[in-house]
C-alpha cells in the first residue's frame, strides 16, 4: 500500500520561498501520476500541480505559473514542490498526493502547513 509523508513546511515572509518534500513508501513512484494539493481555512481543496504519467507533462494552477515548479525524483521516491516569490494568499495546508489526475486522487500524505506571513 502506497504511503505518503510531506515534510518542509513552516513559516515563511512574502516574497520567501520553500521547498516541500514527499516521500513515498510501500510502493513506487514510478508509474503514478503525483502531485500537489493545497487547503487554505474555509476554502475547498485545490490542485497545485500534477506531473502526469507516462508523458511527464508538468501541470500547474495559474495562480502559482511562474512561481512554483515541482519535481520528481524516482531514485529516491519523492516528490518535491519549489515554492518561490510566496504571498499571503499561498498559505495552505499542502499536501502530496498520487494519481493526480483523478478528480479524487486514491492516495494522500497527512498535509504540511505553509504559512506566509510578515
Known amino acids: 500500500q502506497l504511503q505518503l509523508a510531506e515534510s518542509g513546511g513552516g513559516l515563511v515572509q512574502p516574497g520567501g520561498s520553500l521547498t516541500l518534500s514527499c516521500a513515498a513508501s510501500?510502493?513506487?513512484?514510478?508509474?503514478?501520476?503525483v502531485g500537489w494539493f493545497r487547503q487554505a481555512p474555509g476554502k475547498e481543496r485545490e490542485k497545485v500541480s500534477c506531473i502526469r504519467f507516462p508523458s511527464g507533462v508538468k501541470e500547474y494552477v495559474d495562480s502559482v505559473k511562474g512561481r512554483f515548479t515541482t519535481s520528481k525524483d524516482n531514485a529516491k521516491n519523492r516528490v518535491y514542490l519549489h515554492m518561490n516569490s510566496l504571498k499571503p494568499e499561498d498559505t495552505a495546508v499542502y499536501y502530496c498526493a498520487a494519481n493526480c489526475h483523478m478528480g479524487i486522487p486514491g492516495y494522500w500524505g497527512q498535509g504540511t502547513q505553509v504559512t506566509v506571513s510578515s
Open positions: 510501500g510502493a513506487t513512484l514510478d508509474y503514478y501520476a
